[in-house]
């Protein structure tokens, strides 16, 4: 079945770095819309960015200028690229995506922890 595996969270002081990944795999015919979501404890689940297959994107106002996504269809891979990151950034973020096998189904990845603070 399919699966959305992200890595590349960690812990990282104000100011610094860090890019994220998310793999899709099994049996995967095309992957349409890629998104990137956070959610901080007691808050809602909210999208950050989201790229189409042809790679056009959009992002939450609160991180434009910062975070850049981006993807490689070839390896069904979406990428979060997050610069000056701020403590109010730490969250769980999720991958999510839409992936055709025989029908379009929405699937969510575990989620990796971002802590940003010194």
């Known amino acids: 079945q399919v699966q959305l595996v992200e890595s590349g969270g960690g812990l990282v002081q104000p100011g610094g770095s860090l890019r994220l990944s998310c793999a899709a795999s099994?049996?995967?015919?095309?992957?349409?819309?890629m998104r990137w979501y956070r959610q901080s404890p007691g808050w809602q689940r909210d999208l950050v960015a989201a790229?189409?297959?042809?790679?056009?994107?959009n992002y939450a106002d609160s991180v434009k200028g910062r975070f850049t996504i981006s993807r490689d269809n070839a390896k069904n891979t979406v990428y979060l690229d997050m610069n000056s990151l701020k403590p109010e950034d730490t969250a769980v973020y999720y991958c999510?995506?839409?992936?055709?096998?025989?029908?379009?189904?929405?699937?969510w990845g575990q989620g990796t922890q971002v802590t940003v603070s010194s």
């Open positions: 999510n995506a839409d992936v055709r096998i025989a029908t379009l189904i929405n699937y």
């Open positions: 099994g049996g995967i015919f095309d992957i349409g819309i």
């Open positions: 790229i189409t297959h042809d790679g056009s994107t």
